[in-house]
């Protein structure tokens, strides 16, 4: 129901007609809800007053956004009629903790941070350095409790005042309090606004991403871009507009967002690592291992590497699959999700405020598994390719191990930090690098928890569709420089993400590059024939590049063109002569258009050019047949059956060649194997009817094929 009650007012504010918009409004919203219908009656009065001014005739400059700002607040109306429905009885968290909430009416956003100050405050090392063991385990999840219930509060109160703003970020900004709780506040504000887009909530999130801390700024730009990118329209604001522009002033907040969008958009890779994880290396890895033993004699005493290993993987072919995971994870690409996805049903991720904690090993839980000895909670803080919520997954699941087990991954850690400090040498990570690392990180834990929460499908999920920074209105001043597009661009065609890479390459200033590129995303999605045109224009900026009139000939041949296709591979031939794979395809585009004589004769120069390849037989068994000339056919056809392995495809054919020299009972055997299937069999070779009716074949005998048995 209030779904329709959601279309019927979007429909109506599509069409411009608020008046029926706030028919709507009116008609829906609860007699409960007095200062929501307050709102709805001053937002219609103030429409009126625009058009009793604009029937004056009278010149209003600023009546496009006057009105953008009325549909804002029918918007925002909208929202909170459906919210004060739904949350009578809707049985999902957030409305469950809603309920909770309003159940709590002296629980205020102000009253909790300062119930979490003077917690936190309680339990800082100097007051508890007098207290017992136990006494300093209370106070420390007197905080955690503390925190949690900020995280509540925050993530379910719609609207946001103005009064809870200015406490938030008053929060935020004091360097007294700790960073992971003015994090977590700020994750608690991207969940809200994914929810319900309040204006206020984005403003507060974008004066955050002002600040002067890499990873408050950082997790805060990521929020404000997930919520300009599930709300374009309605973010696109003066307000909003104005704020943007001030954090452009800075230059850091561009090249946050760039980032930003780049870690976003490479999410999209994470279940394809994940897959290939999952059905390839690991699959791999196990068949490899008895051969790793075998070559091994003494594994306890063996310290250097054996280069046998090496040749063993390449010959494998899992080298090379490492290879490209290694450049994935260096790119930012999430290879841990696979692991970690199976470490997320432990209690501490119940709730969603756990996703979004930053790892410290002054957590209870971290403290329950590993007692007061820190070492291995040091290390695993400082694992600079873990995100958080995997953090503690690897701590929580740690009980679980050996005691040999845990010493030795102790060690691997130790290594893998011990060799991150040599690769940065002395020397901090440089600015960028080190907010590029905090960034991928928590856009890990954002993946995760949309993907691997229990109750997730409770929530939109931000990562289900490509996000794309051209469709973010908002956003647009920070890639109007054509380079930012072409970046964009070039991400998004280096990671396969065809449709993505053509919108913005149709946003820069082609050369035969991009033509080049087009060109290809268009084959890839399959529209052959678009692609064709933009090999052209790369023809027209740079003849003569052999891989132009390559891809050129294929596009034109798969669009059923093979006239031009045949222009283009001879032009090729022309350029680089004698090559078997174009004789081919000139071949194929002869025999496409009935010259069985030049087909055969560029079959055999593919033939000629290339002795070791078995790619001629087929189409030189195939063209010699429908020339009538069997006896070449049946040698290439026997070439190619020790040669190659049929397929469904020779059979029929052999069986036609069999049928056309009169061996009947070889034909027979031949479509049998092509299908026992008589119907299926009857369709093929009506198909190729013509053709046997070419090479002489009756065929009335057709269907009595067919059907004997």
Known sequence: MTTDYRTAVETALTDGRLKEAFRLLRQMTPGSAAELRREIENAAEDYSRIIDYAMTGNPDPGRE???????????????????????????????????????????????????????????????????????????????????????????????????????????????????????????????????????????????????????????????????????????????????????REDGRWSKDVELTLLQLIRTADVEKISRQMQEEIIPEMIKLRPDLYKRIDNPEEMIEMNPEWEEMLEKSGLQSKLEKLSEMQTEGGDLFFSAFSMLKSYPFFNHPSAWFMPFDTDRSEVIDVLGHDMTMGEMVRMAPTMCDGDKYSFILSINQLPEAHKQAITRQIEQANINLAEMTGAELMPEE????????????????????????????????????????????????????????????????????????????????????????????????????????????????????????????????MSDKALDAFLRLDALEPDKAETALSIGYCYLELGNYHEALHNFYKAEFSDESSAKPLRPIAWAAFINGDFETSRKYYDRLMTRMTPTQTDYLNMGHLALAMGQMREALNFYRLYSPDPGKLLEALRADSEILEGVGVDLTILPLIADYE
């Open 65 to 247: 956004e006057q009105l953008a700002g009325i549909r804002s607040r029918i918007y925002s109306a909208l929202d909170l009629t459906i919210r004060e429905k739904e949350i009578i009885d809707t049985p999902t968290l957030y409305y469950n903790t809603a309920r909770t909430e309003r159940l709590r009416p002296a629980d205020t956003i102000a009253a909790l941070i300062e119930q979490i100050t003077q917690a936190s405050q309680a339990a800082s090392p100097f007051s508890m350095a007098s207290l017992s063991g136990a006494e300093r385990q209370n106070r420390r999840r007197a905080v955690e409790s503390a925190e949690r219930r900020v995280f509540e509060r925050v993530w379910v109160t719609v609207p946001l005042s103005a009064d809870d703003s200015a406490k938030i970020l008053d929060f935020v900004s004091s360097d007294e309090m700790p960073e992971r709780q003015r994090l977590m506040i700020i994750s608690a504000l991207t969940l809200n606004a994914l929810q319900f887009y309040s204006e206020r909530t984005l403003i507060t999130l974008l004066r955050i991403a002002a600040s002067e801390s890499a990873s408050i700024r950082v997790r805060a730009t990521v929020g404000a871009v997930l919520v300009m990118a599930r709300w374009p329209r309605r973010s696109n604001t003066l307000a909003i507009r104005n704020i943007l522009a001030t954090l």
């Open 433 to 560: 690098q080190a907010r590029q690392n905090l960034l991928a990180r928590y856009v890990q834990d954002l993946y995760r928890f949309f993907r691997l929460f229990r109750r997730k499908g409770e929530f939109i999920d931000p990562f289900a569709r490509m996000i794309n920074p051209v469709g973010i209105p908002a956003l647009a001043p920070d890639f109007r420089a054509e380079e930012k597009i072409r970046l964009v661009g070039e991400f998004f065609f280096k990671h396969e993400h065809w449709q993505e890479a053509l919108d913005m390459f149709r946003l820069v200033t082609p050369d035969a590059q991009i033509w080049q590129k087009t060109g290809l995303a268009l084959r890839k999605l399959r529209r052959h024939l678009e692609a064709a045109k933009a090999f052209e224009k790369a023809d027209m900026l740079r003849p003569d590049s052999p891989w132009t009139l390559r891809q050129l000939g294929r596009s034109f041949r798969a669009a059923g």
